[in-house]
């Protein structure tokens, strides 16, 4: 997996590798500024004339290094530092001398237009303030640039723990972050600012012994064959997990369909659905592996799905299931009667905000699967609260609540209450399409009836959902695919894990410096 710092983390990973590792700053920027040299000439046409913009930190210091190794090595280049001498660092100082030495070219006011490549050294990790002056001045320059933009660490103007721009930030093409992916990279609107992302190995590790929380980490596809749970080849489909689904009111059978459907293509042994009287027709036809349990309007059979809670591995309760009287009363009886490992999504999320009491009925396994605007009407924060501060949202509710928060959104986190944290990077726009969240739930739900770790489970379900998303837009378009293409795409990503051939990845535009990362 990888592992995602916020921005305090990246610092205190620095001074961790610098006093106690003993591995002298220096030696770290000069890494640091090879690797960026590295990306760099990955495409040496765009380098006939090179800009490095440097600030007053130590991101100026990596960024004058960068200069002086491209100037070795024949390169056009000027190197710019920006304000007040006074303000640089002690490193950025030291680095100036050696590239002096080097007769590297210093400049004040550059061209901006006569550059093929510009990268970007103003801003590091540390920036939490709106970007103003002769800094906002020179941003605007380089974004107005027809140049190739390279950010080093993170583009300037970035929150790199929020992904929220400051103002005004570098529209980069490409960013070589250092170490570790930190999270305002991995965060709409911040990924797509930082454009292709490669992380560079420079030397800086996490500590020893350090616990599993300590982290945010994303899942990669080389994981899918280790967390996946392996098939016994003598089991049979009791073995695989008996799921059962409270979905699905009047008009409303898609729902119950969608995620009934997507739960039997991620391996779930048998699914039942416990559904208004009025879908059995349709939902026999369409699913005719799926058991079916029905409750006339008015007349919720408490009895039947007593039984059925007795007879399934996992309950899976929301989708479509709708919010009037009777279908609160039916998700009442569950809560209270339910000690399987239970997912909860879309009317019962709703649900459960208008009822917060049942807080106390939850059992000890459940996943909690809310888009932005559920999360808002159960936690009361607005939707600009929760988009700004999504881990801290997603993981105050896990803690708050003992459950694991799916927080979902164009990148989706998921919070447990022991501190361990995800963040999703697979998956496409074609994935906001009704339906979709109701194909995660049956996802979810095959995964929770199989695996050891239910946590790991809700991280590695949200990852191949959007696989087969990425799988489905490569087939039909990100405009034109539905919930059932999605579905569709599940068996290939699913085949794909389990084939020791299938090392393709879904990571959407991040990699590791030096790993074949190919995507679906």
């Not at 380098?47 to 290094?65: F, I, P, S, W, Y």
């Not at 002769?134 to 640039?145: D, G, P, R, S, V």
């Not at 790199?160 to 529209?171: N, P, T, Y």
């Not at 995964?447 to 799988?471: K, T």
């Amino acid at each position: 997996m990888k592992t995602v710092v916020s921005s305090v983390q990246a610092k205190e990973l620095d001074q961790y590798a610098i006093e106690e590792m003993k591995m002298p700053s220096l030696v770290l920027m000069e890494r640091a500024a090879l690797a960026v040299v590295d990306a760099l000439e990955k495409k040496a046409e765009t380098l006939k004339c090179v800009l490095v913009v440097c600030g007053t930190g130590n991101n100026g210091a990596d960024g004058v290094a960068v200069g002086r190794i491209l100037h070795l090595k024949g390169y056009d280049v000027n190197v710019c530092c920006l304000g007040e001498e006074q303000r640089y660092s002690p490193e950025l100082r030291q680095q100036l001398e050696i590239a002096k030495k080097y007769c590297v070219s210093l400049v004040n006011n550059p061209s901006w237009n006569e550059y093929t490549t510009i990268v970007d050294a103003i801003f590091g990790v540390g920036l939490s303030r709106n970007v103003t002056g002769f800094y906002l001045e020179a941003i605007k320059q380089i974004n107005q640039t027809f140049a190739r933009k390279v950010a080093v660490d993170v583009p300037s103007g970035l929150c790199s723990d929020s992904g929220r721009i400051l103002g005004h930030a570098v529209r980069a093409d490409e960013t070589v972050t250092f170490a570790f992916l930190k999270k305002g990279l991995c965060l709409y609107p911040g990924c797509e600012w930082a454009g292709e992302t490669c992380v560079a190995d420079i030397g800086i590790y996490e500590r020893k012994n350090e616990t599993p929380e300590a982290y945010t980490h994303a899942v990669e596809w080389q994981d899918v064959r280790c967390l996946l749970p392996k098939r016994a080849e003598n089991g049979n489909k009791g073995s695989f997990g008996k799921v059962l689904f409270l979905a699905g009111s009047r008009q409303m059978a898609g729902a119950a369909y969608l995620c009934a459907s997507a739960c039997l293509r991620s391996g779930a042994g048998m699914v039942k659905i416990h559904t208004a009287q009025e879908n059995r027709e349709i939902l026999q036809t369409l699913l005719p592996e799926a058991l079916l349990s029905t409750y006339a309007e008015g007349q919720a059979d408490f009895q039947m799905l007593k039984e059925d809670l007795e007879w399934c591995d996992v309950v899976a309760a929301g989708p479509g299931l709708g919010q009037g009287p009777q279908e609160c009363s039916l998700l009442q009886f569950l809560l209270e009667n339910c000690a399987k490992p239970l997912v909860l999504d879309a009317d019962a999320l709703n649900l459960f905000g208008k009822n917060p009491h049942w807080a106390k009925k939850l059992p000890k396994t459940c996943v909690f699967t809310p888009h932005l605007m559920e999360m808002s009407r159960m936690t009361g924060k607005t939707l600009e609260e929760i988009q700004r501060e999504p881990f801290h949202s997603a993981d105050e509710f896990a803690k708050r609540h003992q459950v694991i928060c799916v927080l979902k959104d164009a990148r989706t986190v998921i919070a447990v209450p022991d501190g361990r944290s995800w963040v999703n990077l697979s998956g496409n726009s074609g994935m906001a399409t009704a339906g979709s969240g109701d194909v995660l739930t049956g996802i979810t739900a095959a995964l929770l009836a199989v695996g050891e770790d239910p946590a790991h489970m809700a991280a590695l379900a949200v990852y191949l959902h959007g696989c087969a998303g990425d799988v489905a837009c490569g087939r039909k378009g990100d405009r034109s695919m539905t919930a059932q293409d999605i579905i569709g795409a599940l068996p290939e990503v699913f085949k794909r894990g389990v084939d020791k051939n299938g090392e393709k990845q879904s990571n959407k535009g991040i990699y590791i410096a030096g790993r074949d990362c190919a995507k679906f």
